[in-house]
């Protein structure tokens, strides 16, 4: 079955940083495309970053120059680096990819980030 697991969330000041895991299990990782997404309390589920199978990347502009997505095959993982953060950084983020054969969408359960004073 495939699995996506994201760690690494918690508590943190305005200004600080946090690097978020996503391992990924019961897919061809170095096939997917991988993605990062985020959804805060009453807000859309919004795509922050994506990294390609070639390390192609793209980032939401409320985010870049401060959020860097990277992979490591060999781990089956993706990674996010979230430096300054803001307060409006504040939400639930989640690891997603698309199936490469059924087209499916699959989901980690998400990891809360809070930046709070």
């Known amino acids: 079955q495939v699995r996506l697991v994201e760690s690494g969330g918690g508590l943190v000041q305005p200004g600080g940083s946090l690097r978020l895991s996503c391992a990924a299990s019961?897919?061809?990782?170095?096939?997917?495309?991988m993605n990062w997404y985020r959804q805060a309390p009453g807000k859309e589920r919004e795509l922050v970053a994506r990294?390609?199978?070639?390390?192609?990347?793209n980032y939401a502009d409320s985010v870049k120059g401060r959020f860097t997505i990277s992979r490591d095959n060999a781990k089956n993982t993706v990674y996010l680096q979230m430096n300054s953060l803001v307060p409006e950084d504040t939400a639930v983020y989640f690891c997603?990819?698309?199936?490469?054969?059924?087209?499916?969408?699959?989901w980690g359960q998400g990891t809360q980030v809070t930046v709070s004073s």
């Open positions: 997603h990819t698309i199936g490469a054969f059924n087209s499916r969408d699959y």
């Open positions: 019961g897919i061809s990782f170095r096939l997917n495309t």
């Open positions: 990294i390609t199978s070639g390390s192609s990347t």
